[in-house]
């Protein structure tokens, strides 16, 4: 085994085959290197494209974040054009029909109610007695007050016999003057106190004279307030209501304010149409015959009367009527109360422009009829006013306006279609 070591032959066999192997082993390598670097080279690729993808999924997030905000900025809402107010130039008014003359009767006497003679729907004239009252208390001071002036009228005679003999003696110089002045200032007192005691009794024969309460014009009883035995004081103070009302109803008088902005279009002997809602068609025509001739501080309106002749008594005092004025509106536009905004700057509106943005403009309201308002400065006819504007609507907001009952789309309707003819299904041939 040592030989074989040792032997040359064996080595030289040794290096041949290392040599060989290692000859063999080059162009493995080399194709190991290029798959590792191959494999990198597609590592990196992937990468590259992760990286791309992320961008790009970032950038379309980012684009459809934006125009998920901007879509969500935008308000949709429902407008409405103003519209002229009154009718053909008309301006309607509310109102409430009186009496020509309306009484109300109250009692000067206390007292208990002893009869009554008319009841409402009744027709009195003037100086028809209503009712009688018993006055015991009235009756015992005219009693007490008559027995005074007699004791006054004594006193004055023996006044006036005293002053009269006096005046016989001082021409005989029987008495001084100074007595004869006395006497004088006694009668002068005596003849004061019989004319106070003439007038305290005429005052209680007239209280007493107001037991019997009578009609102090013609009318038509429309309150009876009292019943037998009720006690009545003077001036009602007890009650606090009259004992009966009459009404003079052959005219009636219509009271209606006049806005301000109409106030100067208003004349004394201008005709007026009043209708009745329960007589639907039916107008009455009526006349104003006086104005206030002053605009009231609190209300901003002239008050007006107008006089209807109500000879056929189908008119009832107290009626709600409504009165119709011939008016030129002047400019003056109707809008929903829905769509008034109240900011520190005073009334406004939101307007949606062509430009798809909100302007808020300021008002002047000339009327408030409640469910609309009468705008009398502040818009135009083509101007579209936003309903029921939020609260955090502002100058320049973006608005989309939808198709609302009072938008103008919502009065466009797509035309109508002909009618198309209708199509056979084709025919399956049998298999």
């Known amino acids: 085994m040592v030989d074989d070591m040792n032997d040359p032959h064996r080595h030289s066999s040794l290096d041949i085959a290392v040599s060989g192997e290692e000859g063999l082993d080059l162009p493995a390598r080399g194709q190991a290197g290029r798959r590792a670097r191959i494999a990198l080279l597609v590592i990196a690729l992937l990468l590259a494209a992760g990286a791309a993808r992320t961008i790009v999924s970032n950038l379309m997030n980012a684009h459809r974040l934006a125009d998920t ?7 949709y809402v429902s407008v409405v054009q103003p519209s002229p107010a009154g009718d053909n130039g008309r301006l309607v008014l509310p109102g409430t029909l009186r009496g020509y003359v309306e009484a109300p009767i109250y009692s000067r006497a206390n007292g208990y109610v002893l009869h009554w003679y008319a009841d409402i729907g009744a027709h009195v004239k003037q100086g028809q007695l ?34 009269e003999r006096a005046q016989q003696l001082r021409l005989r110089d029987a008495v001084s003057q100074q007595e004869l002045d006395d006497r004088q200032g006694a009668y002068s007192q005596d003849i004061a106190n019989v004319a ?3 007038a305290n009794v005429r005052r209680l024969a007239q209280t007493k004279s107001f037991q019997r309460i009578v009609a102090p014009i013609d009318g038509v ?6 019943d037998i ?20 109803a052959d005219s009636l008088r219509l009271y209606v304010d006049v806005p301000q902005t109409y106030a100067n279009q208003v004349a004394v002997g201008q005709h007026v149409s009043v209708a009745q809602p329960e007589l639907p068609g039916v107008a009455f025509d009526g006349r104003i015959t006086r104005t206030s001739q002053a605009i009231s501080v609190a209300t901003r ?16 005092p107290g009626t709600y009527v409504q009165a119709a004025l011939q008016m030129d509106p002047a400019g003056t536009m109707t809008v929903p109360g829905n769509t008034l905004l109240f900011r520190a700057q005073g009334p406004q509106v939101a307007v949606a422009g062509t430009d798809g943005k909100v302007h808020l403009k300021k008002i002047e309201i000339a009327r408030d009829l409640g469910q609309t308002l009468e705008i009398s400065h502040g818009l135009l006819r083509t101007d579209r006013v936003i309903l029921n504007p939020g609260d955090s609507i502002a100058e320049g907001d973006s608005v989309v306006v939808t198709a609302g009952a009072g938008s103008p789309a919502a009065h466009s309707r797509p035309e109508p279609q002909p009618p198309q003819p209708a199509q056979s299904s084709p025919s399956r041939s049998a298999t």
């Open 69 to 75: 905000t901007k879509q969500n900025a935008k308000q």
């Open 130 to 163: 209503l009712a009688e009252l018993d006055t015991p208390e009235i009756d015992q001071e005219l009693s007490q007050a008559q027995a005074q002036r007699q004791q006054a009228e004594s006193t004055l005679a023996l006044a006036r016999t005293s002053f």
């Open 196 to 198: 106070a005691a003439d």
């Open 221 to 226: 009883v429309t309150q009876r307030n009292i």
């Open 229 to 248: 035995g009720d006690l009545v004081n003077a001036g009602n103070d007890g009650a606090g209501r009259a004992l009966f009302t009459i009404a003079q």
């Open 301 to 316: 309106t002239l008050q007006i009367e107008i006089t209807l002749p109500n000879h056929d008594g189908r008119l009832l």
